[in-house]
């Protein structure tokens, strides 16, 4: 095969894979469809990207790119076959520059790593995804990543400075939020490998605060934790994250880490105040009463480090821990305005009593972005159904409230339907002029973001 | 260039869709303008018909207090925005030269990056969602309401910094942040030798302050009268606890730096610093231009003493203010006899860009602006932005050759 012949040659036989068990264990991200790549390629430099490109686009192969696969919209998933570009081997901080605060690094850098490289200097990377310990900085920048801390420090777009990035053509160019000109820094940001391959980025660093208060909260029933949530924003005090876990997630995550979480409770909020010593004190406060009048049944705050790391660890491992629930989940990912928190949880609620599925909530409450945990046995296919029309509702509801049908996880390939339900066609004509000046043959990710006839060419499996 | 014979100013999204539309199809250039504070930026527009006033479209649609989210129209004043947050306690870091004229949407479209945003980010971070109308008249919505929001291209992003070359925008969504409930000024004289000790302490105190200048000249913009030469100013925001420690701090620190004196003022704090964001788009008539240069914080001394040097080799009077945390430098220079400026300021700006290519021009009301190099060397992404201008306005309707690389 002429394609394999080329890509080897020009990048050497161990960066290129082809077996059957290597394109299985590329067909899926953690979405739960998959599809069939024509060859993975594991690229070591801006170069090779550019090459495979080229190569790529000579043979009228798409191309995939690929971080870690944590994805959940089915973005990193070669529908149409192709090429997948899998940033394994780039995952090099290229330059830290602590003085000016900020790091250039590859796009397989895990996210993780480099806030553990920046916590000698005192600085740390603030966009922390639950998927912080796998998923890479490359993945995060085409899906605007969120997390935890996004409620405080904003997501991902907020800290992006500059990209350099391999276009449809295989060329190279670069992009600096301080040029002059049109800011493609940011359109590029959360645009899902659509636009253009990122090889590199200059990131913004954090200094690590100097007080770090966390606290739980427990509640005997759902309604009144978001309510506390909603009133703790709109007092005007947003805190550094503010997470909520319902029973059906506590219950999983104790069983799974211990964390010290209340087991009896109907929900918890997660709270974390940073700063300075005497503002976090005071915000603890301020928090502790408003959720106390809201009948919160305790308010506990972590007394050592250790304690803190282990509700931490508790919340960014929940996903994980339903596993001891049912054999899969399927994670609804939307976002209401912060004071509609309480009906858009009622909502959830409804809908999955309604559909007979056992939902779990844990999510960046003070955002209001809502991640109901749908579970279900993917070997049962009347729960298949049952989950695919729970979601439905879920996001029909958020739309309703003045929401939006992603908050932080992308469209990829699952949601690309959807945007006709919050986008008119001349709203989303707007973003296919974009993609026409990057991507004209629609090669790079095809069947991503816009919904079937949106966009006039999208490359064809040959 | 021809002057606008017409000026319009449409009231609502869809006057002003028909009135693109209806320039679009008969071929007339349309000139956007809103508060007209940031006209000294970009190139006069190649030609325009018409003048579209975006003060038509006024007000604040949604304030949706307890969600920390606000909603305006593009033509609103930025004034009018940060006052009704603030009574709420609530404030959005816009940072505009000139609020009470400057407009939502021209701050926006401008890009303008504001002394703050080392702390609290720039405008643009703050937007959530849009309404734009493009050059044929087609008005697309963006984002929305919400605080998180990955549905599609970040087409507002765009928008913003894009100097009404891909559309007019027509309403801006807004997060909002809490007001820090207080802030204190700092102001010392700060005889020349101090200058580079006093800026180092500065940008590495523990507690940051939301703002730190030092400033040479700008008399009239900035106290209003004849003071001393060189100047230290520094904003402290937060609670009450924040600035007891961070006004210790910052004392010892201006000590250390010899600083003989320092005034604290707590009352008129935020309204002082006001005056220094006015300051970068203040033109002596017609014989100033003021530049605006970005090298990173540990150059940026070295990038004043540069400018300074130029000015001196061209005969001009140079004014500085350094942003001492974000490490821009704006530098105006102009001459008493205007005359004499036109002749010299051509010359400057070549030298200028040999040695800072990225420096831009903020302020000016300088006949032959046109001259000048006034977006600085192209960026590198140029040719990209060529065809994005292509896709959204293939007739250059809008604002034609009013941006970077003649777009
Ligand atoms: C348990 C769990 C928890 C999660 N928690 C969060 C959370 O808190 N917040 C959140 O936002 N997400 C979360 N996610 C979703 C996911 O982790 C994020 O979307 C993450 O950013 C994906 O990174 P990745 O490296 O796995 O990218 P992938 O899944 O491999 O790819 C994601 C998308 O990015 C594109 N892409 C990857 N690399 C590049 C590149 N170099 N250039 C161009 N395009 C590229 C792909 O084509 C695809 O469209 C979670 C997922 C899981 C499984």
Redesign the pocket.
């Known amino acids: 095969m002429i394609l394999l012949e080329r890509l080897i040659e020009a990048l050497g036989s161990d960066a290129v894979k082809a077996a059957p068990e290597d394109l299985a264990a590329y067909a899926f ?2 979405y739960t469809d998959g599809g069939t790549p024509s060859a993975i390629v594991l690229p070591g430099s801006t170069r090779d ?1 550019s090459a495979t490109v080229k190569i790529a686009r000579d043979c009228g192969e798409p191309i ?14 070669p529908t149409v076959g192709g090429v997948v ?3 394994a081997r ?1 995952n090099r901080i290229l330059e830290f520059d602590e003085r000016n605060r900020r790091a250039r690094v590859q ?2 850098v ?2 993780l790593d480099l806030s553990r490289h920046a916590a000698a200097s005192g600085l740390f990377y603030a ?6 310990q ?15 801390h ?1 409620l405080s420090y904003g ?2 777009v907020n800290h992006v400075l500059g990209l350099e ?1 391999v276009d449809a053509g295989g060329e190279v160019f670069s992009t600096s939020v301080e040029d002059a000109g049109y800011d493609l820094t940011a359109a ?1 940001v959360g ?9 590199s980025a200059w990131l913004r660093l954090s200094e690590l605060p100097e007080s770090v208060r966390v606290s739980l909260a427990a509640f005997d029933d759902i309604d009144s934790a978001s309510e506390a949530v909603s009133a703790v924003i709109a007092a005007g005090i947003l805190p550094t994250a503010l997470e909520m876990m319902d029973a059906v997630i506590v219950r999983a995550v104790e069983a799974a880490f211990h964390a010290g979480y209340p087991t009896e409770a109907a929900a918890v909020l997660l709270v974390e105040n940073a700063g300075l010593r005497e503002d976090v004190a005071a915000a603890q406060d301020a928090i502790e009463s408003i959720v106390l009048q809201h009948a919160a049944r305790s308010w506990r705050s972590a007394e050592s480090r250790t304690e803190r790391d282990a509700l931490w660890a508790g919340r ?5 821990a339903t596993g001891r629930i049912a054999p899969n989940y399927y ?1 609804q ?1 939307v976002c209401v305005p912060r004071s509609k928190l309480p009906q858009a949880l009622r909502a959830v609620e409804a809908a999955a009593r309604a559909n007979g599925i056992t939902v779990g909530n844990v999510f ?1 409450a003070g955002d209001g972005n809502l ?1 109901p945990l749908l579970m279900y046995d993917r070997r049962d296919r009347r729960q298949v159904g049952a989950v695919v029309e729970t979601g439905n509702e879920i996001l029909q509801c958020a739309i309703e409230l003045g929401g939006t049908i992603s ?4 469209i ?1 390939w699952e949601k690309r339907e959807a945007m006709t339900r919050v986008y008119s066609t001349a709203d989303l004509a707007a973003m296919a002029r974009v993609r026409d000046v990057f991507d004209p043959a629609g090669a ?2 095809p069947e ?1 973001i816009f919904p079937r006839g949106a966009r006039c060419p999208e490359v064809v499996p040959p | 260039m021809r002057t606008a014979r017409q000026r319009v100013a449409p009231e609502s999204t869809q006057a002003l869709s028909q009135m693109l539309a209806r320039c679009d199809r008969n071929g007339e250039k349309v000139r956007i303008a809103g508060g007209e504070t940031l006209a000294g930026m970009g190139l006069p527009p190649e030609r325009a018909d018409v003048t579209l006033l975006t003060t038509g479209l006024s007000g604040v649609i949604a304030n949706e207090r307890a969600d920390l989210v606000v909603a305006a129209r593009a033509g609103t004043p930025v004034r009018d925005v940060s006052i009704l947050l603030a009574s709420q306690g609530q404030f959005v870091p816009f940072d505009a030269p000139r609020p009470l004229d400057a407009t939502v949407g021209g701050t926006l479209a401008a890009g303008w990056a504001g002394p703050r945003r080392h702390c609290y980010g720039r405008a643009r971070d703050y937007v959530l969602g849009s309404t734009i109308v493009l050059a044929d008249g087609t008005i697309a919505r963006a984002g929305g309401m919400v605080v998180k929001n ?1 549905a599609g291209y970040d087409m507002s992003r765009l928008y913003v910094g894009s100097f009404g070359t891909l559309g007019v925008l027509a309403r801006a969504n807004f997060k909002t942040i809490p007001l820090p409930p207080k802030a204190r000024l700092f102001l010392a004289p700060l005889p020349e030798r101090t200058r580079e000790r006093a800026c180092t302490q500065l940008s590495t105190l523990a507690i940051r302050p939301s703002a730190a200048f030092w400033i040479d000249g700008f008399h009239q913009a900035i106290d209003g009268d004849e003071g001393p030469e060189g100047r230290i100013l520094a904003l402290l925001e937060g609670s009450d606890a924040l600035l007891e420690r961070a006004t210790l701090a910052l004392r010892s620190a201006l000590g250390r730096a010899g600083v003989p004196q320092t005034r604290v003022i707590d009352a008129g704090a935020r309204e002082a610093f006001e005056r220094v964001v006015d300051a970068y788009v203040a033109c002596l008539g017609e014989r100033s231009v003021t530049y605006r240069l970005y090298p990173l914080v540990p150059d940026s001394q070295r990038t004043v003493i540069a400018v300074e040097a130029l000015a001196r080799r061209f005969e001009l009077r140079n004014e500085t203010i350094l942003d001492v945390m974000n490490g821009d430098v704006v530098a105006r220079v102009s001459d008493f006899d205007s005359q004499a400026f036109g002749a010299k300021i051509e010359a400057f700006d070549d030298a200028l860009h040999e040695s800072e290519p990225r420096a831009l021009v903020v302020a000016s009301k300088h006949p032959h602006r046109a001259r000048l190099r006034v977006w600085g060397a192209p960026p590198a992404a140029i040719e990209r932005m060529r065809e994005l201008k292509a896709r959204f306005d293939p007739n250059r309707t809008l604002n034609p050759g009013c941006f970077v690389g003649g777009i």
């Open positions: 991200d953690a990207v995939v790119a690929r971080g870690a696969g944590t994805g959940l919209c089915g973005g990193a998933v570009l899998s940033f780039m796009p397989g895990i996210n966009p922390d995804p639950s998927s912080q796998v998923s890479t900085l490359g993945g995060n920048i085409a899906t605007n990543a969120g997390g935890p996004c997501t991902t990035v590029l645009s899902e490998g659509t636009l253009g391959i990122v090889t960014k491992g929940a996903a994980g994670t990912d960046h991640h908050g932080e996880h992308g990829g790079l990710n991503k | 990955v």
